[in-house]
């Protein structure tokens, strides 16, 4: 399975919901929110715990879909769109 918007097969097409602008491909989310990322390194281990089976739930999902950061530049808002991958 691959994202043909990752791979360059495809631009994305995507309007705005507020003013049906082309929004802008901005990346993947893992790699436009990595840096910004909630999940610090935390020292209870109990979040931890919680933190490892929500990166397995995302890893799921992300087998059959690729999120998007897309970007209105009118709105100047960011939003998330769910590409379907190419098996
Ligand atoms: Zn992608
Ligand atoms: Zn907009």
């Known amino acids: 399975m691959l994202c043909p918007i990752c ?3 495809e ?3 995507a309007a705005c919901p ?9 990346g993947r ?7 910004y990322a909630p999940y ?10 919680t933190n490892n089976r929500g990166t397995m739930a995302s890893d799921l999902r992300s087998e059959l879909s ?5 970007y209105c530049p009118n709105c100047a808002k960011t ?6 991958k190419w098996l």
């Open 7 to 9: 791979n360059g097969f």
């Open 11 to 13: 631009q994305i097409a």
């Open 18 to 26: 507020s003013c049906s602008a082309v929004m802008n491909d901005y």
């Open 29 to 35: 989310t893992d790699d436009f929110t990595a840096p």
């Open 40 to 49: 610090q390194p935390f020292s209870d281990p109990g979040a931890e715990a």
């Open 66 to 70: 690729c999120r998007h950061v897309i």
């Open 79 to 84: 939003y998330e769109a769910a590409v379907t």
